[in-house]
């Protein structure tokens, strides 16, 4: 099996920056996509950045030029650099790896929570 561990959430105030990681461990030999996603309160879980092997990145709207995404292959994890964070920010932020061997699967992390005050 696969695990994914998220670290790094917290209160922060408006304007403020977070860095959250994901560590992917257990069964692995490749990850295709990896990427994290915010679950607002009352809300459904949206893309916020994905990253692929090849290092391919795509940023939801909200969060472009404001987040950066970035992995090591070598250590199968994941961060996201949150700065100039917004109220609308706060969330559950779910990490996600799409590991393509040794058996293809698509596996979460169980959140790490961000709070934004302003």
């Known amino acids: 099996q696969v695990q994914l561990v998220e670290s790094g959430g917290g209160l922060v105030q408006v304007g403020g920056s977070l860095r959250l990681s994901c560590a992917a461990s257990g069964s692995i030999e490749s990850i295709n996509a990896m990427g994290w996603y915010r679950q607002a309160p009352g809300k459904e879980r949206d893309l916020v950045a994905t990253i692929t092997s090849g290092g391919s990145i795509n940023y939801a709207d909200s969060v472009q030029d404001r987040f950066t995404i970035f992995r090591d292959n070598a250590k199968n994890t994941v961060h996201l650099q949150m700065n100039s964070l917004k109220p609308e920010d706060t969330g559950d932020y779910y990490c996600?790896?799409?590991?393509?061997?040794?058996?293809?699967?698509?596996?979460w992390g169980k959140g790490s929570l961000v709070t934004v005050s302003s």
């Open positions: 996600d790896a799409e590991v393509a061997a040794p058996l293809l699967g698509d596996f």
